[in-house]
């Protein structure tokens, strides 16, 4: 188990966490308004709003075990 989905890429089993690409964004977001005059002590704390679960199939032949349909299924990304 790890938690994002790029170590799930690199060959772990189930990734579940924050997606980055989103975190990105957001950080981006805060960027501009401390750019515009935000003093960033006036901005909010946030947690993150997007969840990435990804599983890789390929690890689960290798270590033999058999992963639940409804487990694949509920995947945002399934490596093969």
Known sequence: MCEFREFAAAGCLIAYGPSLPDAGWRVA??????????????????????FDLAINLKTARIIGVTLPTSLRLRADHVIE
Do not use: C, S, T
Not at 29 to 43: C, F, H, M, N, Q
């Open 29 to 50: 977001y805060y960027v501009a308004r401390i750019l515009k005059g935000a003093k960033p002590g006036d901005l909010p704390v946030e947690q993150p709003a997007k």
